[in-house]
């Protein structure tokens, strides 16, 4: 397709070039617009904006991040269009998704287009690949603890006791500079599916509570005590002196006489 724009300033010849791509690539304005960041003419930047998932559940996300796992990204960068087709997710929902990642630090951008995993969401991967979902946990938790956003909203929680999650998705909305838009909001559930699951936040009938993680209890070191006690054992023996006894005997020794004497010597050696 070549396209000719003449006689229009830079921004409005942007605005027609993006149009026209996006009917020739069957996706909606709004989709394409999003998908090469150019979804904020109005001059608000992506920084001034929380970012959140768009458009997908956690289970689509934590495929993305299984198909960028899968692709060596725990070691290499990868080109997201890679891990769109392991993940069976459209590339441009893996490119949209991929800002919200690289806020969060599940991502490091490493070049265009091309993405690595952290350390933390290599570990959180991994465990999810594994099918150790419990284990999946804490690593989760450290990254959604480290990230801004996630923070504020604990503490509207905390301050509030509990809250519901329609009146959190409001906040959360508010606080992303986002409209309640169907993606949008299925973003906001799916931010609040990751607290849940991380075990941050309780879900009970509907209201969240925050789960303050009690400390790992260290390990008590026993060490052994001496005993004091003398050790049973048997008694050693007295050293064994050798005794000879010489009995002269003649025909003349009266033998009642000499039984006497052998029995007085083994007496007087047994005691």
Known sequence: MVITLLGFS???????????????????LEQYITSIGMSNM????????ALIPEGIGLEILNRILLAYLKAGANEKAINYMDAAARSGAHHTK?????????AANFLTEEGRGTFKL???????????DWGRLEEAKEPLREILNDYTLVRTVIDYITINNRVSRDDLITKIVSMSGVTKKTRYVTGVNT?????????????????????????K??????????????????T???????????ISVTES??????KAVIKAIKEALQD
């Open 42 to 49: 109005s001059g608000t930047t992506e920084k001034e904006k």
């Open 253 to 258: 020794t009266d033998v009642e006489k000499l």
């Open 217 to 234: 209890p260290v390990p008590e070191i026993t060490l052994p005590t001496p005993s004091l006690e003398k050790k049973v054992g048997p």
């Open 236 to 246: 050693p023996r007295e050293p064994i002196v050798p005794i000879t006894i010489a």
């Open 118 to 128: 952290t350390e933390k969401a290599t570990k959180y991967t991994q465990m999810l």
């Open 191 to 215: 931010m609040i599916d990751m607290l849940t699951f991380s075990g941050l936040v309780r879900e009970d009938d509907g209201m969240l509570t925050y789960v303050e993680k009690p400390p």
């Open 94 to 102: 893996v490119s949209l998704n991929n800002k919200f990642l690289v």
């Open 10 to 28: 830079s921004l409005r010849a942007q605005v027609l070039l993006v149009y026209l791509v996006a009917r020739e690539t069957n996706l909606s």
